[in-house]
């Protein structure tokens, strides 16, 4: 009887693995086109200020150069 149910247990799990296996993938797939599709935002640039690398998402552009924060962009003012 415990081989029985412990048989009917693991198919239901094999089932539910398999189902719950195909979701993630499609979500991963979905991911990696993100990724190809904004490849700029991992991209670093040094702030002209304080040497400081950060993320393309994150600076402030100012006259073709690049600051981390507004601080930065006022101290060369
Ligand atoms: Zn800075």
């Known amino acids: 009887m415990i081989l029985k149910i412990l048989l009917i247990v693991g198919l239901i799990a094999a089932i539910y693995f398999i189902f719950i296996k195909k979701k993630?993938?499609?979500?991963?797939?979905?991911?990696?086109?993100?990724?190809?599709?904004?490849?700029?935002?991992?991209?670093?640039?040094?702030?002209?200020?304080?040497?400081?690398?950060?993320?393309?998402?994150?600076?402030?552009l100012s006259n073709g150069k690049y600051y981390c924060s507004k601080e930065c962009l006022e101290k060369l003012k």
């Open 24 to 60: 993630p993938q499609q979500v991963q797939e979905t991911k990696d086109a993100n990724k190809k599709d904004v490849p700029r935002s991992n991209e670093m640039v040094e702030c002209s200020t304080c040497q400081i690398y950060c993320s393309l998402d994150d600076v402030l």
